[in-house]
T-cell receptor, first 109, second 115 residues
Framework: GQQVMQIPQYQHVQEGEDFTTYCNSSTTLSNIQWYKQRPGGHPVFLIQLVKSGEVKKQKRLTFQFGEAKKNSSLHITATQTTDVGTYFCWGGSQGNLIFGKGTKLSVKP | GAVVSQHPSRVICKSGTSVKIECRSLDFQATTMFWYRQFPKQSLMLMATSNEGSKATYEQGVEKDKFLINHASLTLSTLTVTSAHPEDSSFYIC???????????FGPGTRLLVL
């Protein structure tokens, strides 16, 4: 069935290091959304990508949507302790919503 | 790993009927479960927080009489969409918080289509 693999499952970084999480879908996605969830909190919408090859930036965060619309990445430059949380990708495909299990990021000060 | 299931995964119903969606935590106990709704190509929206043994807490703008939530056990919460109308068509997602670890896990979602 349709699925989205998100890697890595966990990432521990030193403050100031970069961080990247990847989502790979078994099917072509019509769009992909990224969410951040802080410990004990609810998912907060970060961004939506729709176009093939799309790249969007939000301050230190860079989001990419692959040319084939089957993969996406979220890159954080120079992580800060406020970046701690779990980052989820959610992909829309043929009317269904499929999502990765998230990458849990911890940042050591 | 921890798994949260939802049933049904997809449902089509006629306008005016009620639809029940179940959310189960399969290998952990969840004192708290959450219900979300997502419209096509829009972001996730929290509808309500379901607490085992007590009344659910609804977010502003969510009608509690329309979206009935019951959290009867530590592993099951149900959302009933009463007198469903086409505008209720959406993707409904639940998540369950592991009572012991505090980690939250998402269910696979239920696609509701009201004709």
């Amino acid at each position: 069935g349709q699925q989205v693999m998100q890697i890595p499952q966990y990432q521990h970084v030193q403050e100031g290091e970069d961080f990247t999480t990847y989502c790979n879908s078994s099917t072509t996605l019509s769009n992909i959304q990224w969410y951040k969830q802080r410990p004990g909190g609810h998912p907060v919408f970060l961004i939506q990508l729709v176009k093939s090859g799309e790249v969007k930036k939000q301050k230190r965060l860079t989001f990419q949507f692959g040319e084939a619309k089957k993969n996406s990445s979220l890159h954080i430059t120079a992580t800060q302790t406020t970046d701690v949380g779990t980052y989820f990708c959610w992909g829309g495909s043929q009317g269904n919503l499929i999502f990765g299990k998230g990458t849990k990021l911890s940042v050591k000060p | 790993g921890a798994v949260v299931s939802q049933h049904p995964s997809r449902v089509i119903c006629k306008s005016g009927t009620s639809v029940k969606i179940e959310c189960r935590s399969l290998d952990f106990q969840a004192t708290t479960m959450f219900w979300y709704r997502q419209f096509p190509k829009q972001s996730l929206m929290l509808m309500a927080t379901s607490n085992e043994g007590s009344k659910a807490t609804y977010e502003q703008g969510v009608e509690k009489d329309k979206f009935l939530i019951n959290h009867a056990s530590l592993t099951l919460s149900t959302l009933t969409v009463t007198s469903a109308h086409p505008e209720d068509s959406s993707f409904y997602i639940c998540s369950a918080r592991d009572s012991r670890l505090g980690t939250q896990y998402f269910g696979p979602g239920t696609r509701l289509l009201v004709l």
